[in-house]
């Protein structure tokens, strides 16, 4: 979120930074409110894992290259990654020894420290303390480096690293965030301000609800999981923070896991954390100014570096080769173009693989024969909307065409769980064809609401067969018609001629003409 946020306010001055940084945080409350209200919660199922993974791996990738010029204490501004690579290589040569070696040297620390919780050996207590170093191992080397730089200067000796600026003590004062500004000797209204923070408002709500929603289902231990609850919840922190100066805000994956490696199992621990930060506001800000640069690099770098997913590449790369395309896609794209654009480009690579799905569904055909006669079984495999409905006129159209014998086609409806009014109408000119070609076409297993919807739409020329209706009524209503109605006459009237002699011998004959003449009436 921190990295997202800065991607937006980048090309802000920095005297204006806050004012921004604050509208920037209501605007996100209040895209996320309408989310939630218009409950758009499913919004982020359409977000696949590959897309994820891309933006993730990315986003840890920035990271990451964004901090090494702090590790090697050099300082520079820079407009993108590319741009960041560049300016590095032409400033190596400023890098400051002592920034260099505290960094490294934390990194080190920070990589062994969080393998201590793995550590099997000793009793319950033993296994318990190395627990609790390792997941507080970014506040120990945060202390000891910052009592490092308090030593130093108490000695009167210059810090040989580059430390963080003053922290005003204290929470901020609770006002509205700006609706405009006097920028200079010029003023710069609403709309001026949030073309400065270009897609940050609608981007930003999207990633924070995803993360909530991914540590909502990694942590779960029961029931579903409601995006749209996730979506005005942090509407209405977001817009509260607002009033406090805060930046946009989400959930994190470690500190839900150390409270649940804690044994947390209610929200109460929230109302614990906040006075703790309430606590460090008012008395510890003055201590904040020793914490090295450096120092706060090497925890990003430490914990992000995780965040870089490899192990999914194996299993996409035999199951699944697509999917890798737009995760490597996804990951270059966030590199070279940014974040935002990544995503969103990930997101639309899937959209449109389900769009040809809806467009170009699998239909197979079966010959089928009983009775009555032979006919034709067409079935696609998902349900019929406006974007499929050409694919299956074209389909049926061969089929007709490769049928000599303009055999009737009965279309399997069992898997259209919805149809719109353009199918409607595409399966309506699908049915005069089939008229004027003299060939019988009937949709069969209809479903309720497909009825419904094609008793409203104005076209009243397809044959519409239900679920639990018999086909070959709809079918062969013909030949069963004309069997009803001239085979039993004939063999009733016929019989009645046959008059059957005494011996026994003249009337095994005379039923064996009975049953010749019922064989020739029913091949008639």
């Not at 909307?385 to 694919?391: K, R, W």
Request: glycine share 6%.
């Amino acid at each position: 979120m921190s990295l997202l946020t800065l991607q937006f306010i980048s090309n802000v001055p920095q005297e204006f930074l806050l004012q921004y940084l604050c509208l920037l945080t209501f605007l996100c409350g209040c895209v996320e409110l309408l989310m939630g209200l218009l409950r758009l919660g499913f919004l982020v199922e359409v977000i696949s894992t590959p897309v994820i993974s891309g933006f993730t791996s990315a986003s840890a990738v920035i990271i990451i290259i964004s901090q090494i010029k702090h590790i090697l204490g050099i300082s520079f501004k820079s407009d993108s990654i590319k741009d960041e690579i560049v300016k590095l290589f032409q400033n190596c040569h400023k890098l400051k020894y002592a920034d260099t070696a505290l960094g490294v040297s934390c990194i080190v620390f920070l990589l062994v420290l969080r393998k201590f919780k793995d550590i099997s050996f000793g009793n319950k207590a033993t296994k318990k303390s190395f627990w609790f170093i390792s997941v507080g191992r970014n506040a120990i080397i945060v202390v000891l480096c910052c009592l490092l730089s308090f030593s130093i200067e108490s000695y009167g000796v210059k810090v040989p690293f580059k430390l963080t600026s003053d922290v005003e003590p204290g929470l901020p004062k609770f006002e509205p965030p700006p609706f405009g500004m006097v920028q200079g000797n010029s003023t710069v209204t609403f709309i001026e301000m949030v073309q400065h923070l270009r897609y940050g408002f609608a981007v930003i709500p999207i990633i924070a609800v995803l993360i909530n929603v991914s540590i909502a289902k990694s942590f779960a231990t029961g029931g579903t999981i409601d995006a749209t609850q996730e979506m005005l919840t942090l509407s209405l922190c977001n817009i509260l923070a607002s009033f406090f100066h805060a930046m946009p805000i989400c959930g994190a994956f470690t500190r839900s896991a150390v409270s649940n490696t804690s044994g947390v199992r209610t929200p109460f621990s929230n109302f614990y954390s906040a006075l703790i930060t309430i606590f460090a506001l008012t008395f510890l800000t003055p201590s904040f100014r020793f914490i090295p640069k450096t120092t706060l690099a090497a925890v990003l770098i430490a914990a992000v570096i995780f965040l870089v997913d490899t192990q999914i590449i194996t299993p996409l790369w035999k199951c699944c080769k697509r999917d890798l395309v737009i995760l490597v896609s996804t990951f270059l794209i966030c590199l070279y173009y940014g974040v935002e654009i990544g995503l969103l480009i990930g997101v639309l690579a899937n959209l449109i693989h389900l769009i040809y799905l809806w467009a170009r569904p699998t239909i197979t055909s079966d010959k089928c024969k009983n009775e009555y006669g032979e006919y034709l079984v067409v079935t696609p495999d998902l349900g019929l909307f406006y974007p499929g409905v050409d694919n299956l006129y074209q389909f049926l159209v061969k089929t007709a065409s490769r049928n000599r014998q303009k055999l009737p086609v009965a279309v399997n409806c069992c898997y259209f769980k919805g149809v719109d009014y353009t199918a409607i109408r595409g399966l309506s000119m699908i049915a005069d064809d089939f008229v004027a070609r003299n060939q019988k076409l009937v949709f069969y297993n209809v479903r309720e609401d497909f009825q419904r919807a094609y008793k409203h739409s104005g076209y009243n020329n397809l044959t519409l067969c239900s679920v639990g209706e018999n086909l070959h009524e709809y079918l062969f209503n013909e030949v069963m018609d004309f069997r009803r109605s001239i085979t039993y006459p004939v063999i009733d009237t016929e019989l009645q001629n046959i008059k059957l002699p005494a011996n026994n011998t003249n009337s095994i004959n005379a039923i064996h003409e009975a049953e010749k003449l019922i064989k020739t009436a029913e091949s008639v």
